[in-house]
């Protein structure tokens, strides 16, 4: 939710911004060497936010009397936090904390005795296909009607397309979601209220073997028609509210840079030529605008995050997200350190893919 | 399994064949009992381990349940004898020495989810033969004992698939199917989705299940819930429906709204020492400390409260006791208020100006914002409102995080405040030895020699009726003294569908919501 | 009427930056004017939107009927969840409420998180920014990567995380206001940062930097006098639409519980959380006015901020027409999509040359 | 006027645009032909309205244009013709391209980036015909060869990037020729390119008429490319064409007042020579002992390279002095180094190797600290008049800023008798003071430039390429305020250009650097008289003169020393 506006004001800049890195990555030599100290910069980011979290988290006491404070009296509190080594100088058990996670270790919820690195596999699938789902509606959605906007700049479908697309994120996604449920699942009827799908199905998907966890690829192994109708079913609404939210900015980010690559040389120099103006868009304009859009919806992704721990609550939709909010809820403050954490490396595990595609895409960097 | 889709779609309302599914918000730690400690795991525990004790449905007392019988054989020993040839559903067979086990991996364990912290009384198991245990108790005529047999420390496990010194992961136990009770577990994916069979070979004081498959869908969000039961898509919902929704599932004849008592209690606490006029204060004054919190008494208007903000979910609490526990008596009643339970603005400043207390008084009111539920904050609002509204108090209202407030609240940092009590088992001494004894879990340093011997006397007290007459006695004195003051009990309520029957059944003071109750018509 | 007289004579003075034509050089009204069409409907009605939140916000006190935690009045206590009626216009709340102006004094609260993390986030940012930007080296190194992380991180989460180690106090009316305006600042600061030293940095190369550097001017001279103004001009359009997401992200932050107190003050998100099970019981009133307020703010405050980027940017900026009279209709050519963009020769003045060039390439 | 059927008639053209600040004429009943065959040249200072009108024949104007009057256009087989004005969409699209192409002045933006040039190329063919993949490769392949692109069958599959600049603008000529149109407009096509690149262009432009026979509309304002190019030549000022004549009259005997003020100002070769013999004809005796107020001793900058790239070695071994009084030329290409040259003297680029002395400072290693109260003594005129102001400072205010930094005035309003002094002495009025630089036109803002840098009575000034964004006319008086100042003052100057004939307008010495190197360094009549490296040789080839028939003959003799080249 939070993320998006800035978006936008960085999607004014980002035609700009694609080509500066472009011009940094072809001072430092090969696409090689470009992608490797891109990728070694990972580790700064990972190692900051690491930092960042476990301090602000520890500043307000610790994990056991968060979770537990109200069930023991002092002295057994004192002697939980004892042995779990959360009296010693925080110093220390940053360092350690620190070690773990540079081994995968991203410690355990004091809640549900869970291990963080197991919700990566049991709630990472659930949020990576709602994820996957809100990407399909937001490229449906955003692209073309960007494009569309684009080209009827400044006419009355431009206007509505625009204020559509400001609607879609300056809606709250538990709002949006809200009313969502409220027409297609309560007033019509239609489509279920939350969840991933109904007991039936689910039990069924459960009990295949070698669960993946992404429902979709489940339901399709399990070869039953009904289960993968009833698991897309569960799908509509949570990517629904997910994916506008994105594809307002989508919208927004294909518009601004189409109208920005229309308004370049080589696009007016390729309509002195006689090339047609639906041409232009598809082709001229649309190519180059391309690359900055990709480098812009990689930022898109810790946004998509944000909005997916919202939208999991919402539509109980049993992801990373809808856990985070879970174990807040519990206070459970080390499950939220490490779901947090593990959010941060995928978000910059994601932002380096994206940064090499996009340097694939670009043949100033290919080349 | 690709048998699927017995009512396909969308719309699979529980499924025939005996089906049920049960919708729940409450959340599960772990399967593991000495891992857990809280309603969540405990509901899946009752269903599918074993207890040497339990209670029978609609009452609050405990009886043997996988045991023969169970009884004090000495001041500190307390005996069980096992029924012969108990098996688990693995096949194992469940003896003495699983007992032993559970109790002693229990304490070895300690773990800090865990409720190892019941057995404090336990100083050792000894099991003379297969079907005999022996508990060795520190402290003389236990009566909670048997009680706490039948909570979250009691639920036996397999010794053959639990490890005796860590906790043993979910999946093990329901791959390694260690359950013996009404149901074992088919299917287990943690807070989603938990499927339920009948246990043939259960012999407990339960009996046999009504119902032959239960399926429990786990729900984060109460509302979510409240319109699957409404769609018609689950058969049972099952604890913490918002209060806005069970009215509005009362209007609905497609459901059926079960209500039951409930032991989670509601209290505002008075810290003696900082609290108007307490002991640490410049103008320390006990009785003027005590016209504070009558005043404070004679003001609440519980019924408002249960009505406003929870619609019935919670009921008027007048007593330390909640309604249904044995020995539950109502003090607060006749003594504050209108006598009637309503609020009484007279007697409260009648009390006040006996007392010489300058009004109004400033009280400092402090209460959790997290961590009993989201409609604290209109609670205190509430009774905030209800404290002004006669100028006889200015409240100031403060929240505060959880982890901070359950370290400041024993740091003397807070005058009065909001706490909750859920009990680990439904004895009435789990309401009273916690809170007025001399050294108490809330720190509030009240003191009171009488109630503290008289709460000594009564857990080791056998004879029920006598036991009974102390526990009544104590309440009255708490009462007098007001070191909390008690105002909302939370109700149990269950919503069903219309063809779904036996849900009042299990409804009962022992907080116990089992599965095998239910049917479907 | 200035194209060019004399060779030696400006040929199209932009406006001046400083108000020497009076109020239509005053920011917004500058821009009011220079925007067209469905640009100038569009900042319009962001403005008109805005300028409503603001005059409710300051005017609460009159405008709201009961105050945010009042639950009675002499007639009694207003009870919960009422249906709107002519006594509570838009019922009342789970709590007992008043809807009507707890959606008013809410408007209130959020515009206190906008102008603290506005303030705070600007301060710290811009100085930062300037700094790092004009100095370089390896503090600037380390506070790119910083800021980049941090900007790279869902800034929610980055919300929640800080609301969670500031709220551990107790939540009044400031504390709430202070947790959630600095957990939106952290989010915020970088922003700031990154805006602020990209144009310190491009400022830095620019000629006029130079001849300052070359005539002897010192660090702090540069920095404060000619870099950091020229800076900061792009500011104004972050700060509408960081003013909208401040609302939202205060909100979210609401809505997942770490919202002020209904007592302490009048929060949406915090309403909208509480509301959420009413929705279901056919209760509509609780929810849809407060969600309504946000989307409505967060709607006005974004038209403004893009509508000032479109403005900014002379390849999005939508320019007046050729005046055409009845006449020359059939003669207009008309291009779509065509445009020349402000160059050297074009009418942009040297201003919005700048700003073509940093949002171009 | 030659012979051939109009392939481009404008009839009473008329074009305004809606701006915030109302609306502007940009080009006001103008009407002009171009022959088959013929280069048409149009010339005019900035904004006079040429790249208008050249646009307006393609119907490339933005949607704030308003277009009165007639533009026809006959296609090259004189089969059809259109008047482009009431053209609308696909119809304008079939005569984009076919009857006329356009050819833009900066290559690098002219190209779309993701694309490979050969795409690019057949992009133009799709647009009017059927072509199979293979039909338009193999044309495109053929187009680069002819205009000079070697090894096309391979480099048809690479981007723009992979291209100098000179080829670039190849390439967009390329794209214009391979649709084979009636007229080539071409709009200032070499501005961007260094004068032996534009040689070659030039070149290739002709060739676009001699070997594909299309007519040419070329926009400049370079004199000397006119006189290289053009059969005749349109004079715009104002939006009006104020003189049309063939090439040869119109340079030997301008009719109109101002066709003759912008001849006047065009710096030529060789007119220098006698002002230089004049200026050290005056110098005092032993000036060639004084210590030099700038010494460069091997002096040696380098760019560190960042991330594992070597370093760049921007000025390698150059020495020369500066006499106090004494103006060194500096000239060279773009990118041999010269702008570095300034800004080391300046202190604004780090010296790395070698030996600079300014003023008794040595600069390599030099701390800012040391170096500050030497500033005092120095000035710069910035290359680009409009960005070397603070936008939000006034005229005043900036002239003010280094009397106010070195504490000769309290604040801009103490220092405020002393800017007036200086404005007056560049000849601004007092008034202009109180104005914002973007008020002021360039000219007017260099003038300014000049006042602030001589504030302080600076002993040296480095002026880099302080004409070279301005008009001819306007230029010619900068020049002039530069030499008057100089006399005036007598200040010594490195004055950067890459204009060889503005150097020898006012150098004593002229200084050619060429890739980092110092290659040449004497009088302007040693220098341009007789060069002796090869380098400046081909410099000077290559600079067209503002006289046709001149020209004509350095051509000849630039094509010789080509082909040697070549050879
Ligand atoms: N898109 C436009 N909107 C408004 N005015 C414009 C536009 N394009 C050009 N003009 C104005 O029209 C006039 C003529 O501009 P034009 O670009 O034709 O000049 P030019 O002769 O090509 O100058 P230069 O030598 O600088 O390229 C100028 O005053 C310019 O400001
Ligand atoms: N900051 C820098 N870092 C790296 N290389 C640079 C930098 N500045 C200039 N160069 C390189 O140094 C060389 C000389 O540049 P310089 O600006 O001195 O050339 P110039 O002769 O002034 O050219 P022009 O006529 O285009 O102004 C060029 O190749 C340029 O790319
Ligand atoms: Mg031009
Ligand atoms: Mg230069």
Same mark, same amino acid.
């Given at each position: 939710?939070?993320?998006?506006?800035?978006?936008?004001?960085?999607?004014?800049?980002?035609?700009?911004?694609?080509?500066?890195?472009?011009?940094?990555?072809?001072?430092?030599?090969?696409?090689?060497?470009?992608?490797?100290?891109?990728?070694?910069?990972?580790?700064?980011?990972?190692?900051?936010?690491?930092?960042?979290?476990?301090?602000?988290?520890?500043?307000?006491?610790?994990?056991?009397?968060?979770?537990?404070?109200?069930?023991?009296?002092?002295?057994?509190?004192?002697?939980?936090?004892?042995?779990?080594?959360?009296?010693?100088?925080?110093?220390?058990?940053?360092?350690?904390?620190?070690?773990?996670?540079?081994?995968?270790?991203?410690?355990?919820?004091?809640?549900?005795?869970?291990?963080?690195?197991?919700?990566?596999?049991?709630?990472?699938?659930?949020?990576? !296909?709602?994820?996957?789902?809100? &990407?399909?509606? *937001?490229? =449906?959605?955003? #692209?073309? /009607? $960007?494009? @569309?906007? +684009?080209?009827?700049?400044?006419?009355?479908?431009?206007?509505?397309?625009?204020?559509?697309?400001?609607?879609?994120?300056?809606?709250?996604?538990?709002?949006?979601?809200?009313?969502?449920?409220?027409?297609?699942?309560?007033?019509?009827?239609?489509?279920?209220?939350?969840?991933?799908?109904?007991?039936?199905?689910?039990?069924?998907?459960?009990?295949?073997?070698?669960?993946?966890?992404?429902?979709?690829?489940?339901?399709?192994?399990?070869?039953?028609? !009904?289960?993968?109708?009833?698991? &897309?079913?569960? *799908?509509? =609404?949570?990517? #629904?509210? /997910? $994916?506008? @939210?994105? +594809?307002?900015?989508?919208?927004?980010?294909?518009?601004?840079?189409?109208?920005?690559?229309?308004?370049?040389?080589?696009?007016?120099?390729?309509?002195?030529?006689?090339?047609?103006?639906?041409?232009?868009?598809?082709?001229?304009?649309?190519?180059?605008?391309?690359?900055?859009?990709?480098?812009?919806?990689?930022?898109?992704?810790?946004?998509?995050?944000?909005?997916?721990?919202?939208?999991?609550?919402?539509?109980?939709?049993?992801?990373?997200?809808?856990?985070?909010?879970?174990?807040?809820?519990?206070?459970?403050?080390?499950?939220?350190?490490?779901?947090?954490? @593990?959010? +941060?490396?995928?978000?910059?595990?994601?932002?380096?893919?994206?940064?090499?595609?996009?340097?694939?895409?670009?043949?100033?960097?290919?080349? | 399994?690709?048998?699927?889709?017995?009512?396909?779609?969308?719309?699979?309302?529980?499924?025939?064949?005996?089906?049920?599914?049960?919708?729940?918000?409450?959340?599960?730690?772990?399967?593991?009992?000495?891992?857990?400690?809280?309603?969540?795991?405990?509901?899946?525990?009752?269903?599918?381990?074993?207890?040497?004790?339990?209670?029978?449905?609609?009452?609050?007392?405990?009886?043997?349940?996988?045991?023969?019988?169970?009884?004090?054989?000495?001041?500190?020993?307390?005996?069980?004898?096992?029924?012969?040839?108990?098996?688990?559903?693995?096949?194992?067979?469940?003896?003495?020495?699983?007992?032993?086990?559970?109790?002693?991996?229990?304490?070895?364990?300690?773990?800090?989810?865990?409720?190892?912290?019941?057995?404090?009384?336990?100083?050792?198991?000894?099991?003379?033969?297969?079907?005999?245990?022996?508990?060795?108790?520190?402290?003389?005529?236990?009566?909670?004992?048997?009680?706490?047999?039948?909570?979250?420390?009691?639920?036996?496990?397999?010794?053959?698939?639990?490890?005796?010194?860590?906790?043993?992961?979910?999946?093990?136990?329901?791959?390694?199917?260690?359950?013996?009770?009404?149901?074992?577990?088919?299917?287990?994916?943690?807070?989603?989705?938990?499927?339920?069979?009948?246990?043939?070979?259960?012999?407990?004081?339960?009996?046999?299940?009504?119902?032959?498959?239960?399926?429990?869908?786990?729900?984060?969000?109460?509302?979510?819930?409240?319109?699957?039961?409404?769609?018609?898509?689950?058969?049972?919902?099952?604890?913490?429906?918002?209060?806005?929704?069970?009215?509005?599932?009362?209007?609905?004849?497609?459901?059926?709204?079960?209500?039951?008592?409930?032991?989670?209690?509601?209290?505002?606490?008075?810290?003696?020492?900082?609290?108007?006029?307490?002991?640490?204060?410049?103008?320390?004054?006990?009785?003027?400390?005590?016209?504070?919190?009558?005043?404070?008494?004679?003001?609440?208007?519980?019924?408002?409260?249960?009505?406003?903000?929870?619609?019935?979910?919670?009921?008027?609490?007048?007593?330390?006791?909640?309604?249904?526990?044995?020995?539950?008596?109502?003090?607060?009643?006749?003594?504050?208020?209108?006598?009637?339970?309503?609020?009484?603005?007279?007697?409260?400043?009648?009390?006040?100006?006996?007392?010489?207390?300058?009004?109004?008084?400033?009280?400092?009111?402090?209460?959790?914002?997290?961590?009993?539920?989201?409609?604290?904050?209109?609670?205190?609002?509430?009774?905030?409102?209800?404290?002004?509204?006669?100028?006889?108090?200015?409240?100031?209202?403060?929240?505060?995080?959880?982890?901070?407030?359950?370290?400041?609240?024993?740091?003397?940092?807070?005058?009065?405040?909001?706490?909750?009590?859920?009990?680990?088992?439904?004895?009435?001494?789990?309401?009273?030895?916690?809170?007025?004894?001399?050294?108490?879990?809330?720190?509030?340093?009240?003191?009171?020699?009488?109630?503290?011997?008289?709460?000594?006397?009564?857990?080791?007290?056998?004879?029920?009726?006598?036991?009974?007459?102390?526990?009544?006695?104590?309440?009255?004195?708490?009462?007098?003294?007001?070191?909390?003051?008690?105002?909302?009990?939370?109700?149990?309520?269950?919503?069903?569908?219309?063809?779904?029957?036996?849900?009042?059944?299990?409804?009962?003071?022992?907080?116990?919501?089992?599965?095998?109750?239910?049917?479907?018509? | 009427?200035?194209?060019?007289?004399?060779?030696?004579?400006?040929?199209?003075?932009?406006?001046?930056?400083?108000?020497?034509?009076?109020?239509?050089?005053?920011?917004?009204?500058?821009?009011?004017?220079?925007?067209?069409?469905?640009?100038?409907?569009?900042?319009?009605?962001?403005?008109?939107?805005?300028?409503?939140?603001?005059?409710?916000?300051?005017?609460?006190?009159?405008?709201?009927?009961?105050?945010?935690?009042?639950?009675?009045?002499?007639?009694?206590?207003?009870?919960?969840?009422?249906?709107?009626?002519?006594?509570?216009?838009?019922?009342?709340?789970?709590?007992?409420?008043?809807?009507?102006?707890?959606?008013?004094?809410?408007?209130?609260?959020?515009?206190?998180?906008?102008?603290?993390?506005?303030?705070?986030?600007?301060?710290?940012?811009?100085?930062?920014?300037?700094?790092?930007?004009?100095?370089?080296?390896?503090?600037?190194?380390?506070?790119?990567?910083?800021?980049?992380?941090?900007?790279?991180?869902?800034?929610?989460?980055?919300?929640?995380?800080?609301?969670?180690?500031?709220?551990?106090?107790?939540?009044?009316?400031?504390?709430?206001?202070?947790?959630?305006?600095?957990?939106?600042?952290?989010?915020?600061?970088?922003?700031?940062?990154?805006?602020?030293?990209?144009?310190?940095?491009?400022?830095?190369?620019?000629?006029?930097?130079?001849?300052?550097?070359?005539?002897?001017?010192?660090?702090?001279?540069?920095?404060?006098?000619?870099?950091?103004?020229?800076?900061?001009?792009?500011?104004?359009?972050?700060?509408?639409?960081?003013?909208?997401?401040?609302?939202?992200?205060?909100?979210?932050?609401?809505?997942?519980?770490?919202?002020?107190?209904?007592?302490?003050?009048?929060?949406?998100?915090?309403?909208?959380?509480?509301?959420?099970?009413?929705?279901?019981?056919?209760?509509?009133?609780?929810?849809?006015?407060?969600?309504?307020?946000?989307?409505?703010?967060?709607?006005?405050?974004?038209?403004?901020?893009?509508?000032?980027?479109?403005?900014?940017?002379?390849?999005?900026?939508?320019?007046?027409?050729?005046?055409?009279?009845?006449?020359?209709?059939?003669?207009?050519?008309?291009?779509?999509?065509?445009?020349?963009?402000?160059?050297?020769?074009?009418?942009?003045?040297?201003?919005?040359?700048?700003?073509?060039?940093?949002?171009?390439? | 006027?030659?012979?051939?059927?109009?392939?481009?008639?404008?009839?009473?053209?008329?074009?305004?645009?809606?701006?915030?600040?109302?609306?502007?004429?940009?080009?006001?009943?103008?009407?002009?032909?171009?022959?088959?065959?013929?280069?048409?040249?149009?010339?005019?200072?900035?904004?006079?309205?040429?790249?208008?009108?050249?646009?307006?024949?393609?119907?490339?104007?933005?949607?704030?244009?308003?277009?009165?009057?007639?533009?026809?256009?006959?296609?090259?087989?004189?089969?059809?013709?259109?008047?482009?004005?009431?053209?609308?969409?696909?119809?304008?699209?079939?005569?984009?391209?076919?009857?006329?192409?356009?050819?833009?002045?900066?290559?690098?933006?002219?190209?779309?980036?993701?694309?490979?040039?050969?795409?690019?190329?057949?992009?133009?063919?799709?647009?009017?015909?059927?072509?199979?993949?293979?039909?338009?490769?193999?044309?495109?392949?053929?187009?680069?060869?002819?205009?000079?692109?070697?090894?096309?069958?391979?480099?048809?599959?690479?981007?723009?990037?992979?291209?100098?600049?000179?080829?670039?603008?190849?390439?967009?000529?390329?794209?214009?020729?391979?649709?084979?149109?009636?007229?080539?407009?071409?709009?200032?096509?070499?501005?961007?390119?260094?004068?032996?690149?534009?040689?070659?262009?030039?070149?290739?432009?002709?060739?676009?008429?001699?070997?594909?026979?299309?007519?040419?509309?070329?926009?400049?304002?370079?004199?000397?490319?006119?006189?290289?190019?053009?059969?005749?030549?349109?004079?715009?000022?104002?939006?009006?064409?104020?003189?049309?004549?063939?090439?040869?009259?119109?340079?030997?005997?301008?009719?109109?007042?101002?066709?003759?003020?912008?001849?006047?100002?065009?710096?030529?070769?060789?007119?220098?020579?006698?002002?230089?013999?004049?200026?050290?004809?005056?110098?005092?005796?032993?000036?060639?002992?004084?210590?030099?107020?700038?010494?460069?001793?091997?002096?040696?900058?380098?760019?560190?390279?960042?991330?594992?790239?070597?370093?760049?070695?921007?000025?390698?071994?150059?020495?020369?002095?500066?006499?106090?009084?004494?103006?060194?030329?500096?000239?060279?290409?773009?990118?041999?180094?010269?702008?570095?040259?300034?800004?080391?003297?300046?202190?604004?680029?780090?010296?790395?190797?070698?030996?600079?002395?300014?003023?008794?400072?040595?600069?390599?290693?030099?701390?800012?600290?040391?170096?500050?109260?030497?500033?005092?003594?120095?000035?710069?005129?910035?290359?680009?008049?409009?960005?070397?102001?603070?936008?939000?400072?006034?005229?005043?205010?900036?002239?003010?800023?280094?009397?106010?930094?070195?504490?000769?005035?309290?604040?801009?309003?103490?220092?405020?008798?002393?800017?007036?002094?200086?404005?007056?002495?560049?000849?601004?009025?007092?008034?202009?003071?109180?104005?914002?630089?973007?008020?002021?036109?360039?000219?007017?803002?260099?003038?300014?430039?000049?006042?602030?840098?001589?504030?302080?009575?600076?002993?040296?000034?480095?002026?880099?390429?302080?004409?070279?964004?301005?008009?001819?006319?306007?230029?010619?008086?900068?020049?002039?305020?530069?030499?008057?100042?100089?006399?005036?003052?007598?200040?010594?100057?490195?004055?950067?250009?890459?204009?060889?004939?503005?150097?020898?307008?006012?150098?004593?010495?002229?200084?050619?650097?060429?890739?980092?190197?110092?290659?040449?360094?004497?009088?302007?009549?040693?220098?341009?008289?007789?060069?002796?490296?090869?380098?400046?040789?081909?410099?000077?080839?290559?600079?067209?003169?503002?006289?046709?028939?001149?020209?004509?003959?350095?051509?000849?003799?630039?094509?010789?020393?080509?082909?040697?080249?070549?050879?």
């Amino acid at each position: 939710m939070t993320t998006t506006t800035t978006e936008l004001t960085g999607s004014g800049a980002a035609p700009g911004a694609a080509p500066a890195r472009v011009a940094k990555r072809r001072n430092g030599g090969g696409l090689g060497t470009y992608l490797l100290i891109r990728f070694l910069l990972i580790i700064p980011t990972v190692f900051i936010l690491v930092t960042t979290v476990f301090f602000l988290m520890r500043s307000t006491g610790d994990p056991i009397t968060a979770a537990l404070g109200g069930r023991l009296t002092g002295e057994q509190l004192a002697e939980r936090v004892r042995e779990a080594g959360y009296d010693r100088p925080l110093l220390v058990q940053y360092f350690e904390y620190l070690g773990n996670v540079f081994t995968g270790d991203f410690g355990t919820a004091i809640s549900d005795n869970r291990p963080i690195t197991e919700m990566l596999t049991t709630f990472g699938a659930a949020t990576l !296909e709602l994820v996957f789902y809100a &990407l399909i509606v *937001a490229f =449906l959605v955003g #692209i073309p /009607l $960007g494009r @569309l906007a +684009a080209y009827l700049r400044d006419r009355w479908p431009d206007a509505v397309l625009r204020v559509f697309a400001i609607v879609c994120y300056a809606t709250p996604v538990f709002f949006f979601g809200m009313l969502l449920k409220l027409v297609f699942a309560v007033n019509l009827g239609w489509l279920p209220v939350a969840g991933r799908a109904s007991t039936g199905a689910d039990i069924q998907l459960q009990q295949l073997d070698g669960s993946t966890g992404i429902y979709l690829i489940d339901a399709i192994r399990l070869g039953d028609g !009904e289960v993968i109708a009833d698991v &897309l079913e569960h *799908a509509v =609404l949570p990517a #629904i509210a /997910l $994916g506008l @939210l994105t +594809a307002g900015i989508f919208l927004r980010l294909v518009r601004t840079n189409v109208i920005g690559t229309l308004g370049m040389g080589y696009v007016e120099a390729a309509r002195s030529r006689g090339v047609a103006e639906r041409r232009l868009l598809k082709k001229h304009a649309y190519r180059p605008a391309l690359i900055p859009i990709i480098t812009v919806i990689g930022l898109q992704v810790a946004l998509l995050l944000s909005g997916a721990v919202l939208t999991e609550t919402t539509f109980e939709w049993k992801g990373l997200g809808f856990q985070l909010t879970e174990y807040i809820e519990a206070r459970d403050f080390v499950a939220v350190q490490g779901i947090v954490v @593990l959010l +941060a490396v995928i978000v910059a595990v994601t932002n380096f893919i994206v940064d090499v595609i996009a340097a694939l895409i670009d043949p100033r960097v290919r080349y | 399994a690709c048998g699927g889709g017995d009512d396909g779609g969308g719309g699979d309302s529980g499924g025939g064949g005996g089906t049920l599914t049960i919708g729940t918000t409450d959340k599960v730690t772990t399967l593991d009992p000495a891992g857990s400690y809280d309603n969540g795991s405990f509901a899946v525990m009752n269903q599918v381990f074993p207890f040497l004790m339990n209670t029978p449905p609609g009452s609050p007392d405990v009886e043997p349940d996988i045991a023969e019988s169970a009884e004090f054989t000495a001041p500190t020993q307390y005996t069980v004898t096992l029924k012969p040839g108990l098996k688990w559903a693995n096949g194992n067979d469940l003896t003495s020495s699983d007992v032993k086990f559970t109790f002693d991996r229990q304490v070895a364990i300690a773990d800090e989810n865990g409720p190892s912290s019941l057995l404090g009384n336990l100083d050792s198991v000894e099991t003379p033969d297969d079907t005999t245990v022996v508990f060795n108790l520190k402290s003389e005529n236990d009566q909670t004992f048997p009680q706490i047999l039948s909570s979250p420390a009691g639920p036996i496990v397999d010794e053959d698939v639990f490890s005796a010194t860590e906790l043993t992961p979910d999946q093990e136990i329901v791959d390694g199917n260690a359950f013996h009770g009404q149901y074992v577990i088919t299917n287990y994916d943690l807070n989603n989705l938990v499927s339920y069979e009948a246990y043939p070979d259960y012999q407990g004081l339960l009996g046999e299940p009504k119902t032959a498959q239960v399926n429990v869908k786990y729900y984060a969000d109460a509302s979510n819930l409240k319109l699957d039961i409404q769609e018609g898509n689950i058969d049972v919902a099952w604890r913490s429906l918002s209060a806005t929704d069970i009215e509005d599932l009362r209007g609905n004849d497609e459901v059926n709204v079960v209500d039951g008592p409930g032991g989670e209690i509601r209290y505002i606490v008075f810290n003696f020492n900082t609290q108007p006029y307490g002991a640490a204060t410049p103008e320390a004054d006990p009785a003027k400390a005590l016209a504070v919190r009558q005043a404070v008494a004679h003001l609440i208007d519980r019924e408002e409260l249960a009505e406003q903000v929870y619609k019935g979910t919670y009921t008027p609490l007048y007593s330390f006791v909640p309604e249904g526990l044995t020995g539950a008596t109502e003090p607060l009643r006749e003594k504050y208020g209108d006598g009637e339970g309503g609020p009484d603005a007279e007697k409260a400043a009648q009390v006040l100006e006996a007392a010489g207390v300058q009004t109004p008084v400033q009280l400092s009111l402090q209460y959790s914002n997290d961590h009993y539920g989201p409609s604290s904050g209109d609670e205190y609002a509430l009774i905030k409102d209800q404290l002004e509204s006669d100028g006889l108090f200015a409240v100031d209202l403060q929240t505060t995080e959880w982890v901070q407030y359950s370290e400041q609240r024993t740091e003397d940092v807070y005058p009065a405040y909001q706490l909750g009590w859920f009990p680990d088992y439904s004895d009435a001494d789990n309401y009273l030895t916690p809170f007025f004894r001399a050294e108490n879990f809330l720190g509030n340093h009240y003191e009171n020699p009488q109630v503290d011997q008289l709460i000594a006397q009564q857990v080791a007290t056998p004879d029920p009726a006598e036991r009974t007459a102390l526990i009544e006695q104590i309440q009255d004195l708490v009462a007098d003294d007001l070191s909390t003051v008690p105002y909302l009990q939370g109700a149990q309520v269950a919503v069903t569908g219309a063809d779904v029957e036996g849900a009042e059944d299990t409804l009962d003071p022992s907080f116990k919501f089992r599965y095998g109750a239910l049917s479907k018509g | 009427m200035s194209t060019a007289t004399s060779s030696e004579v400006a040929p199209a003075p932009a406006p001046a930056p400083r108000a020497d034509r009076g109020w239509k050089t005053l920011p917004l009204v500058r821009q009011v004017r220079q925007s067209v069409g469905l640009q100038r409907g569009m900042l319009v009605a962001g403005l008109v939107l805005s300028a409503l939140f603001l005059l409710v916000a300051i005017f609460a006190p009159l405008l709201a009927p009961y105050e945010y935690n009042q639950l009675r009045d002499p007639s009694g206590a207003f009870g919960a969840q009422q249906e709107p009626s002519s006594a509570h216009w838009l019922g009342t709340t789970v709590g007992g409420y008043d809807v009507l102006s707890r959606v008013i004094w809410g408007s209130r609260t959020a515009l206190y998180v906008i102008v603290v993390a506005l303030l705070l986030s600007f301060f710290v940012g811009v100085l930062l920014g300037l700094v790092s930007g004009y100095f370089g080296g390896w503090l600037d190194r380390v506070l790119v990567v910083l800021c980049d992380a941090v900007y790279a991180f869902p800034s929610l989460l980055l919300a929640i995380v800080v609301a969670i180690a500031i709220s551990g106090g107790e939540s009044s009316l400031w504390g709430g206001i202070m947790a959630a305006a600095i957990a939106i600042t952290v989010v915020f600061i970088p922003q700031y940062f990154r805006v602020v030293r990209a144009e310190t940095v491009r400022i830095k190369s620019e000629a006029f930097v130079e001849s300052a550097k070359v005539i002897g001017a010192s660090h702090r001279r540069i920095m404060f006098r000619h870099v950091l103004r020229n800076a900061t001009r792009t500011l104004p359009l972050i700060l509408t639409l960081n003013a909208s997401e401040a609302v939202s992200t205060l909100a979210a932050l609401g809505f997942l519980g770490f919202g002020i107190e209904p007592t302490a003050a009048a929060e949406w998100g915090y309403d909208l959380k509480r509301a959420l099970a009413d929705v279901s019981s056919g209760i509509w009133w609780t929810s849809v006015f407060p969600g309504l307020a946000i989307v409505l703010v967060v709607l006005g405050l974004t038209l403004v901020g893009e509508s000032l980027n479109d403005l900014a940017d002379p390849r999005l900026r939508t320019r007046r027409r050729a005046v055409v009279t009845p006449a020359d209709v059939a003669e207009t050519t008309v291009v779509p999509g065509g445009a020349l963009g402000a160059g050297p020769g074009g009418l942009g003045g040297l201003q919005d040359r700048d700003d073509g060039r940093r949002f171009a390439q | 006027m030659s012979a051939g059927n109009p392939v481009v008639g404008i009839e009473n053209l008329s074009v305004s645009f809606a701006t915030d600040i109302g609306t502007v004429d940009a080009v006001r009943d103008v009407s002009l032909g171009v022959a088959a065959g013929e280069v048409l040249a149009i010339v005019g200072e900035s904004g006079s309205g040429k790249t208008v009108t050249a646009r307006s024949i393609l119907g490339l104007l933005p949607e704030t244009a308003l277009t009165r009057g007639a533009i026809l256009l006959n296609s090259k087989d004189g089969g059809s013709t259109h008047d482009v004005v009431t053209l609308r969409g696909a119809r304008l699209g079939e005569v984009r391209g076919r009857d006329a192409a356009m050819v833009f002045q900066e290559p690098s933006t002219a190209l779309n980036p993701v694309f490979p040039v050969g795409w690019q190329i057949a992009e133009g063919l799709r647009a009017h015909g059927k072509y199979s993949k293979r039909e338009a490769r193999e044309k495109a392949i053929d187009v680069l060869r002819r205009v000079g692109i070697p090894d096309p069958e391979h480099r048809v599959d690479h981007y723009p990037h992979q291209f100098s600049g000179g080829q670039k603008q190849r390439i967009v000529i390329a794209q214009a020729l391979v649709l084979d149109p009636g007229v080539i407009i071409a709009d200032e096509p070499t501005t961007a390119l260094d004068v032996t690149v534009q040689a070659e262009i030039l070149d290739l432009l002709r060739r676009c008429r001699d070997e594909f026979g299309a007519a040419i509309v070329l926009i400049t304002h370079n004199m000397g490319v006119v006189a290289d190019l053009a059969d005749r030549v349109a004079v715009m000022y104002q939006g009006r064409i104020v003189e049309q004549a063939d090439v040869r009259s119109l340079f030997s005997a301008p009719q109109e007042p101002y066709t003759q003020q912008l001849l006047a100002a065009v710096p030529r070769l060789g007119r220098g020579v006698a002002r230089t013999r004049e200026r050290a004809a005056a110098r005092p005796a032993g000036w060639q002992e004084a210590t030099p107020v700038v010494s460069a001793r091997d002096l040696r900058i380098v760019y560190p390279g960042r991330l594992r790239q070597p370093d760049f070695v921007a000025v390698d071994g150059v020495s020369f002095d500066i006499r106090p009084g004494e103006v060194l030329g500096l000239v060279g290409e773009s990118g041999s180094g010269k702008t570095t040259i300034g800004r080391a003297i300046a202190g604004l680029t780090k010296v790395t190797g070698g030996s600079l002395q300014v003023l008794g400072t040595e600069m390599n290693g030099v701390r800012e600290k040391a170096f500050r109260p030497v500033r005092e003594r120095i000035g710069f005129v910035f290359q680009d008049p409009a960005s070397s102001f603070n936008p939000l400072l006034t005229i005043a205010e900036a002239v003010a800023e280094p009397l106010v930094v070195h504490r000769r005035a309290r604040d801009a309003r103490a220092a405020r008798p002393r800017v007036d002094e200086l404005l007056e002495q560049v000849q601004l009025p007092k008034a202009f003071g109180d104005r914002y630089p973007h008020e002021l036109s360039g000219g007017q803002r260099q003038r300014a430039s000049l006042a602030r840098s001589l504030a302080l009575e600076p002993a040296l000034l480095i002026a880099d390429e302080p004409t070279s964004a301005l008009d001819v006319s306007v230029q010619a008086r900068v020049l002039e305020l530069f030499d008057e100042l100089q006399r005036e003052h007598g200040f010594a100057a490195l004055f950067i250009s890459h204009d060889l004939a503005v150097v020898d307008l006012l150098a004593d010495r002229i200084a050619v650097l060429y890739k980092g190197r110092l290659v040449e360094e004497g009088t302007g009549a040693e220098v341009l008289g007789a060069p002796r490296h090869p380098y400046t040789q081909r410099l000077l080839a290559s600079l067209p003169v503002p006289h046709p028939d001149e020209q004509a003959r350095r051509r000849a003799l630039w094509e010789q020393l080509r082909a040697a080249d070549g050879g």
